[in-house]
């Protein structure tokens, strides 16, 4: 099999986005990701790279499938496309495989309808995407 395997989560202690190929949990729960090293100090140990805590709620899985202007879609983002005759959301979840839960039917459909999504946000930033359901 032949695909990426990549995450994303928001750092604890300053809630900037991660995006890493390497994820850890240590025995007591807490999340961490390999980070490349662009403003950590450096470590010589690491040669180049560094682990940092992120927050487990907000950690993602790419699902190999970008929107319709190429950015990568993640566990969790929220989309808007044409469904039908209307614009209709949809949240990325991970439930057995990769889902889109239609937000306004509750209504769950396979992940290759996502050809023609546009991300316009993530449940972590934008939770009120989740509530204002265009009609």
Request: with cysteine; aromatic share 14%.
């Amino acid at each position: 099999m032949n695909r990426e395997i990549k995450f994303r989560g928001k750092r604890k202690n300053n809630g900037e986005w991660v995006y890493s190929h390497g994820i850890y949990t240590n025995k007591y729960g807490n999340v961490f990701m390999l980070y490349e090293r662009l403003t950590l100090p450096y470590s010589p140990k690491m040669d180049g790279y560094g682990w940092v805590e992120v927050i487990p709620e907000t950690v993602g899985q790419y699902i190999t499938r970008e929107d319709k202007h190429n950015n990568e879609i993640y566990e969790g983002d929220i989309l808007e496309m044409e469904f039908g005759k209307k614009k209709e959301r949809f949240v990325v979840i991970r439930d057995n495989g990769f889902w889109l839960k239609n937000l306004s039917s509750g209504t769950f459909y396979p992940i290759s309808i996502s050809s023609e999504c546009e991300i316009i946000g993530n449940v972590h930033d934008n939770p009120k995407l989740l509530e204002e359901v265009r009609e």
